[in-house]
């Protein structure tokens, strides 16, 4: 029993994948919601990151450096344990599913920020100049010419990285997190078939992914390649 | 003779070891159209770009306006200037570039009342009146709804002079406004820049290939070399009667 759902392995494999489907399914929502939950995070960090990084000071960009290819060069499970287990010795307790999207978003931001860039540099140096020109300050050549026309360029690449957090979720299993794969271990455990909850585990991810990159491929058609109309 | 808005005095630019500009000597006039004409590589789009800012200095000092230009009066000495010092300078000139550099994202009024709105403080009512009665100047009050890549490059680039011109400078520097245009597109380009060139108060620096225009609209030819001013004079002097050499070889190639 699970989720106060119970299984069925009395009728055959069928009706125990007819079983166990809700309970997966409620694993499935606790993946979606860690994804997105950490696809923010990875936005918001990521962008402060890139910002920090092409800080015109060293002293601002050198430090933002070092901490975005620490991200990126250390473990998910380190970064998520430590998070976890080390914290909580200083009295800093999270709970699971919360340490699970931070360690997600923090280890994804640092990928978001080169994405970020390579957008960024895209956009031709003469819209810089054009800005320049006309006296924007560096912040509002920023926000209303640079990032408006980085968006549309970085969607694709952004909707990869959705998916891939979707697959690093199973990692928040070690420190309890219920998604689904976690789900399918118990039900594992507890009725000796490895094999349909597995497998069905195997199917419900490439469901998802298959309708988040055409959620993706929707979104990347629709926005103009000219950057997002300011009227 | 009136004070220069403009001058250069023993003003160096270089990219590394490469000279662009050496030790240019150079004044402009309030008021004054003057055309900077010369082979590619001599420096005259460069001194636009260090007008706009957009590029630095390594000697020497500029004045605009009786300011100094990329340098500020700090103790007594002139010191390289900062930020703030730098917004006010700019606020002076305007530029038109050669690749238009319009805003693709937005339509072509809000390219023209972005910038008033955002960096002089108009109200939204004010900005977008300035921009339609400038956009009517150059003839495109019918496209203002419609976003640059829906507009011809003749078209796109007087809506690039309407965008500077938003600003109220004091000095329109255009760069090579028309070599990136197809041929017949150029005279509607042109027609605008000789009606700013009539108003007595716009001090107007250009570089072109247009020779002929350059002939009609400037008070005053400069003919770059290799990162000096090698002969100025009036239009009709200068193409006429070229004295150095260099120029006579240049003018002989381009007409």
Same mark, same amino acid.
């Given at each position: 029993m699970l989720f106060g759902m119970s299984w069925d392995t009395q009728h055959g494999e069928l009706a125990f994948a007819i079983s166990i489907l809700p309970i997966l399914l409620r694993g499935l929502i606790v993946t979606i919601e860690a994804s997105l939950a950490g696809f923010v995070v990875a936005l918001v960090l990521g962008l402060i990151l890139t910002v920090l990084k092409s800080?015109?000071?060293?002293?601002?960009?050198? &430090?933002?450096?070092?901490?975005?290819? %620490?991200?990126? #060069?250390?473990?998910?499970?380190?970064? !998520? %344990?430590? $998070?976890?287990?080390?914290?909580? #010795?200083?009295?800093?307790?999270?709970?699971?599913?919360?340490?699970?999207?931070?360690?997600?978003?923090?280890?994804?931001?640092?990928?978001?920020?080169?994405?970020?860039?390579?957008?960024?540099?895209?956009?031709? =140096? *003469?819209?810089?100049?054009?800005?320049?020109?006309?006296? %924007?300050? *560096?912040?509002?050549?920023?926000?209303?010419?640079?990032?408006?026309?980085? @968006?549309?360029?970085?969607?694709?690449?952004? *909707?990869?990285?959705?998916?891939? @957090?979707?697959?690093?979720?199973?990692?928040?299993?070690?420190?309890?997190?219920?998604?689904?794969?976690?789900?399918?271990? @118990?039900?594992?455990?507890?009725?000796?078939?490895?094999?349909? &909850?597995?497998?069905?585990?195997?199917?419900?991810?490439?469901?998802?992914? $298959?309708?988040?990159?055409?959620?993706?491929?929707? !979104?990347?058609?629709?926005?103009?390649?000219?950057? !997002?109309? !300011? =009227? | 003779m009136t004070d220069p808005i403009i001058r250069f005095d023993k003003v160096v630019k270089r990219y590394g070891a490469l000279t662009v500009i050496d030790e240019l000597d150079f004044t402009v006039a309030p008021g004054e159209k003057v055309t900077i004409i010369g082979p590619s590589g001599s420096g005259k789009s460069t001194v636009l770009r260090i007008l706009m800012t957009l590029e630095r200095i390594q000697g020497g000092v500029i004045t605009v306006a009786g300011e100094p230009l990329w340098h500020e009066e700090r103790n007594g000495a002139l010191q390289p200037a900062g930020e703030a010092h730098l917004r006010k300078m700019r606020r002076q000139l305007g530029m038109v570039f050669q690749q238009f550099n319009l805003f693709p994202h937005m339509t072509v009024l809000r390219n023209v009342a972005e910038a008033p709105c955002q960096v002089l403080g108009l109200s939204r009512q004010e900005a977008r009146e300035r921009a339609e009665e400038l956009l009517k100047m150059v003839g495109l009050e019918d496209h203002m709804q419609k976003f640059p890549h829906q507009l011809s490059g003749g078209q796109q680039q007087r809506v690039g002079i309407a965008r500077a011109l938003a600003m109220r400078p004091r000095i329109m520097l255009f760069d090579e406004p028309t070599s990136a245009l197809d041929p017949e597109l150029v005279g509607e380009v042109l027609t605008v820049i000789r009606r700013l060139a009539e108003a007595h108060d716009l001090t107007m620096l250009l570089v072109t290939h247009e020779m002929r225009f350059a002939r009609e609209v400037s008070d005053r030819v400069c003919f770059f070399d290799r990162g000096r001013m090698c002969e100025e004079g009036k239009p009709e002097d200068l193409f006429t009667h070229p004295k150095e050499l260099r120029t006579r070889e240049f003018l002989k190639a381009v007409l």
């Amino acid at each position: 029993m699970l989720f106060g759902m119970s299984w069925d392995t009395q009728h055959g494999e069928l009706a125990f994948a007819i079983s166990i489907l809700p309970i997966l399914l409620r694993g499935l929502i606790v993946t979606i919601e860690a994804s997105l939950a950490g696809f923010v995070v990875a936005l918001v960090l990521g962008l402060i990151l890139t910002v920090l990084k092409s800080a015109r000071s060293r002293l601002i960009s050198w &430090p933002a450096i070092v901490v975005a290819e %620490f991200f990126r #060069d250390t473990p998910l499970l380190v970064q !998520l %344990f430590f $998070l976890y287990y080390v914290l909580a #010795d200083y009295g800093v307790i999270l709970p699971a599913f919360l340490t699970g999207a931070l360690a997600l978003g923090v280890q994804y931001s640092a990928y978001m920020a080169e994405v970020y860039r390579a957008g960024i540099e895209a956009v031709p =140096r *003469g819209q810089r100049e054009a800005a320049h020109a006309l006296d %924007f300050s *560096g912040r509002r050549t920023f926000t209303h010419i640079i990032l408006p026309q980085a @968006i549309p360029r970085i969607v694709p690449a952004l *909707g990869n990285y959705l998916v891939s @957090i979707s697959k690093d979720v199973p990692v928040l299993s070690v420190v309890t997190v219920l998604e689904m794969l976690n789900v399918a271990k @118990i039900i594992g455990d507890q009725t000796f078939d490895y094999l349909v &909850p597995l497998t069905m585990v195997g199917a419900l991810y490439l469901i998802l992914t $298959l309708i988040s990159s055409a959620l993706v491929n929707a !979104l990347d058609v629709r926005l103009p390649k000219t950057g !997002l109309p !300011l =009227r | 003779m009136t004070d220069p808005i403009i001058r250069f005095d023993k003003v160096v630019k270089r990219y590394g070891a490469l000279t662009v500009i050496d030790e240019l000597d150079f004044t402009v006039a309030p008021g004054e159209k003057v055309t900077i004409i010369g082979p590619s590589g001599s420096g005259k789009s460069t001194v636009l770009r260090i007008l706009m800012t957009l590029e630095r200095i390594q000697g020497g000092v500029i004045t605009v306006a009786g300011e100094p230009l990329w340098h500020e009066e700090r103790n007594g000495a002139l010191q390289p200037a900062g930020e703030a010092h730098l917004r006010k300078m700019r606020r002076q000139l305007g530029m038109v570039f050669q690749q238009f550099n319009l805003f693709p994202h937005m339509t072509v009024l809000r390219n023209v009342a972005e910038a008033p709105c955002q960096v002089l403080g108009l109200s939204r009512q004010e900005a977008r009146e300035r921009a339609e009665e400038l956009l009517k100047m150059v003839g495109l009050e019918d496209h203002m709804q419609k976003f640059p890549h829906q507009l011809s490059g003749g078209q796109q680039q007087r809506v690039g002079i309407a965008r500077a011109l938003a600003m109220r400078p004091r000095i329109m520097l255009f760069d090579e406004p028309t070599s990136a245009l197809d041929p017949e597109l150029v005279g509607e380009v042109l027609t605008v820049i000789r009606r700013l060139a009539e108003a007595h108060d716009l001090t107007m620096l250009l570089v072109t290939h247009e020779m002929r225009f350059a002939r009609e609209v400037s008070d005053r030819v400069c003919f770059f070399d290799r990162g000096r001013m090698c002969e100025e004079g009036k239009p009709e002097d200068l193409f006429t009667h070229p004295k150095e050499l260099r120029t006579r070889e240049f003018l002989k190639a381009v007409l």
